[in-house]
């Protein structure tokens, strides 16, 4: 399992989450598995994410304060605060010292405007260079809504689908929109990183035969792109999983 390999080898994981739908759940998810599993594991961002509640909140750009806090604790979110709600990304060189020492580094890399579903822009997402892996999240509540109200870059999306802002969101744009919104264009700038999809948000039977669908649909069309990686897709329900501290071990397959 790539957990006790990891853990052997004393390499961290370092993940990024892009997307929308349910990033931010889904980090807080893993972080508190792999703090179950013993492990020390710090959450920031290289974008902005909303400032947390908890004493396990570092704000600056300090390895050492996070260092101490992951002695204390096994666990903290450390950013810059921008506002009462809201913070910034410590530097990259924070994060790099911060590897020798923390077990795992889960890293909001996108921004979504609290919508459910997104394609990026040419600048987005914001990946840390040691990422070795990055998970690309859609939430399934977005279909069946109209596109104008569901999805951030909305512009972005209909151009590469022809699809209009009035148009319902259905299986196959969500899954054209992730092939070409976030798969082939990730897979060209990063190489080496391995991608991961997660439909969240399958909250019932019924939403995970649809999450089904979409990933096989997803499955499909990047497999016509004649890309040589093989990419999981996994419908998934973050808020279930956290809530019912469920087991995580395929994840880490």
């Not at 897979?187 to 039977?205: G, W």
Request: net charge neutral.
């Amino acid at each position: 399992m790539l957990l006790k390999e990891k853990s052997k080898r004393r390499e961290p994981f370092v993940w990024s989450f892009a997307g929308a739908g349910g990033k931010t759940t889904g980090i807080f998810c893993i972080a508190e598995y792999l703090q179950r599993k013993g492990l020390r594991v710090l959450v920031t961002t290289t974008t902005h994410m909303a400032k947390p509640d908890s004493n396990c909140f570092v704000p600056g750009n300090s390895a050492d304060d996070i260092r101490e806090k992951l002695d204390e604790e096994g666990f903290c979110v450390a950013g810059i605060p921008l506002t009462e709600r809201k913070i910034k990304g410590i530097s990259t060189e924070t994060i790099d010292e911060v590897l020798n020492y923390a077990d795992a580094v889960l890293i909001e890399a996108d921004g979504s405007a609290r919508l459910p579903f997104k394609v990026p822009a040419s600048h987005e997402p914001v990946i840390y260079p040691k990422t070795d892996r990055i998970l690309v999240v859609e939430g399934l509540s977005a279909l069946g809504r109209p596109i104008n109200d569901i999805c951030h870059r909305k512009e972005l999306f209909c151009d590469l689908t022809g699809l209009e802002g009035e148009n319902w969101l259905d299986e196959n744009g969500m899954a054209e929109g992730i092939v070409k919104g976030y798969l082939c264009p990730m897979s060209e700038r990063f190489p080496n990183m391995n991608l991961t999809v997660i439909l969240n948000q399958a909250d019932d039977e019924k939403k995970e035969a649809v999450g089904e669908k979409v990933a096989g649909k997803v499955t499909s069309l990047w497999n016509r792109q004649k890309k040589s990686k093989r990419i999981p897709v996994y419908p998934v329900s973050w808020r279930r999983m956290r809530e019912e501290k469920e087991e995580l071990a395929w994840l880490f397959i």
